[in-house]
């Protein structure tokens, strides 16, 4: 400034309000080093941090972070074993580095911690953080076959009576495990106020007397989210009695996940009305949601058919008006879109988020219907509904799109990539997160551009939510009769047949295409074999703000053919710009790891067509996992692709959620800007022994030294 004066001058109260709002770590960490002033500025208001680097180091933490609160040290190396007790920690007592690891923070109220067995928690929990109230345990290995029943928990609910926050969501553990430590402790039981069971690498989950002792137990639980069956072949299955019991002993809820553990295998068949029936009544719905008046946010993962749910639907929107978030999943008849008055979910007036799943009759004007009524949509996902067509999700986006940028369709028959983003043309300069199906159905170049669908002039909108429009919309679509044909020439929202010229911009090219300006997050699921390459010409070829993209590739490899083309397309991606972090997830594509039948790829080929052009990428963030041969339980990075991934060049992280040999890892180091790798075996089960071969403690050690030993230009 001309007077001298620079932002140092400012108040203190002011510049600690600043540096509170600043999120980004790399950010934080250069305010810090610009001046004392700011380092104990910067200190002062960090109040997150998650601890990498090797646990053996953990008697060198400072003691600068004095005021953090938010503590996450489930990442240390070598990830997945024990804190305390492994050989990279065995030169210091155990209690020694605990309680050092206490009076670093010793202001913490949330803790995330690998919990490999009960003596980590038992060492942590010495000397306990008086403040703590939040805990999320991490454990992917198998439980310890000789670890007495609740031997997991019991430390923890004894040392804690304060807890209200406890998760479980990526902790193996057996479901009877927990209800007797809680009915053991009846005081650190009442005060949870969150509760996440949703463990994924249950096969049965928690049945349904287990369910109803933990909620007796846990009276002033606000968010309960646990994974179950509700499929009547298997004993313990949860049905109208459980779910009468959830609201009589947790009248508090506001938050209420119920997941079936085949929902976590993400089946992408669809078995409509001939699929099992549910044991859930619609008179069991309308008391579950009559009896919890405080739901703000409900998912029901059934994955067996509950019929006729219209009228519980509608229970719903009326007894819980502060309902925002819905997931429903294998729900027939949420909305029956019977004339024009509105009906079943479509009465859910103040959702934001609306998730459908394997609704057999849900078609374009149950779309329309919801739409209409639930005007305040942000964020909409529909998947396997069969019936649904490019034309009622189109009308659906051109009635939403003051509100959606949050879109997700995946596996149903009639909307593959191309028709889904046609559809979405209406929202297209609006739309942030998107996840699509690379279905192709033989897409051509000439196909990039859509035609002859639904577009709407939507002056006066606002006033289509009644009975106005309704006739017209269901005489489009073959859903009736006007029976007023002064009301069609009257309605206000408009359409006609061809492309409006809106849709229509023209590129840096010269040509003309179709440009996703706020699009930030990109999801796409692709089966193995095919490829990437027409993703341009199918809509998406101008995503100037594209800034993390997810690519999930499933099938079995085994009996396919090899592919005709070299690569599977990742270098099309640098038609991003802003393209920085990526998630490559391989880890549902099965194969053979070792030699594979004549004629046929092992996972190495498989893995060199998935990662060639990675290289002309300018990541700065990659996660990968490696496909997996179920047969041994291997997921191990290749020669191939490890080679393939040290061409990037541009990259600071590097998360591989696998196992790779230690020479395939010093590949790594030659990639210049490479500050963060680690080796996550996330997935269950977790090998509990690795390889000779194959990263071990040591050799984790050897090659963070040597990637630590080298200059950073930055």
Known sequence: MADGTTVSNLPEEILLNVFSAVSDTRTRNSLSLVCRSFFRLERKTRISLTLRGNARDLHLIPTSFMHVTHLDISFLSPWGHALFCSSATNTFDPRLLALRLRDAFPHVTSLAVYARDPLTLHLLLLSPWPELSSVKLVRWHQRPPT???????????????????????????????????????????????????????????????????????????????????????????????????????????????????????????????????????????????????LLEELVLDVCKNVRDSSLALEVLGSKCPNLRVLKLGQFQGICLALGSKLDGVALCHGLQSLSVGNCADLDDMGLIEIARGCSRLVRFEVQGCNLVTEQGLRTMACLLSRTMIDVKVSSCVNLDAAATLRALEPIRNRIERLHVD?????????????????????????????????????????????????????????????????????????????????????????????????????????????????????????GQQKPAEREFGLSILACYPQLLKMQLDCGDTKGYALTAPSGQMDLSLWERFFLNGIGSLSLNELHYWPPQDEDVNQRSVSLPAAGLLQECYTLRKLFIHGTAHEHFMNFFLKTPNLRDVQLREDYYPAPENDMSTEMRVASCSRFEDALNRRQICD
């Open 147 to 293: 670890s007495p029943a609740g031997s997991d928990f019991a430390k923890l609910f004894s040392q804690c009576r304060s807890l209200a926050s406890l998760d479980l969501s990526s902790f193996y553990h057996w479901p009877e495990d927990l209800p007797p430590v809680l009915a053991a402790n009846p005081d650190t039981a009442a005060s949870l106020r969150r509760l996440n069971l949703l463990t994924t690498s249950f096969t049965e989950g928690f049945k349904s007397h287990q369910i109803e002792s933990i909620t007796a137990s846990c009276p002033n639980l606000e968010h309960f989210l646990v994974a179950c069956k509700f499929d009547p072949r298997y004993i313990g299955f949860v049905g109208d009695d459980t779910l009468v019991a959830i609201p009589s002993n947790c009248p508090k809820l506001s938050l209420l996940h119920l997941a079936d553990t085949s929902s976590f295998s993400n089946r992408r068949e669809n078995e409509g009305f001939g699929g099992e029936e549910g044991r859930v009544t619609r008179a069991t719905l309308v008391t579950l949601f009559s009896g919890l008046p």
């Open 438 to 558: 690379c279905v192709w159905n033989g897409l051509k170049e000439s196909d990039g551009l859509g035609h002859g669908f639904l577009n709407f002039d939507l002056n006066g909108l606002d006033e289509l939510d009644g009975g106005g429009g309704g006739g017209e919309l269901m005489d489009y679509f073959g859903g009736g009769e006007c029976e007023n044909t002064s009301k069609r020439k009257r309605q206000r929202c408009k359409y006609e047949m061809g492309i409006h010229d809106s849709f229509l911009e023209s590129n840096d090219n010269g040509f003309y295409g179709k440009c996703w300006d706020k699009l930030r997050y990109l999801s796409l699921w692709i089966k193995v074999g095919d490829l990437l390459t027409p993703l341009p010409v199918a809509g998406l070829e101008d995503c100037p703000s594209l800034e993390e993209i997810l690519i999930k590739v499933e099938g079995d490899s085994r």
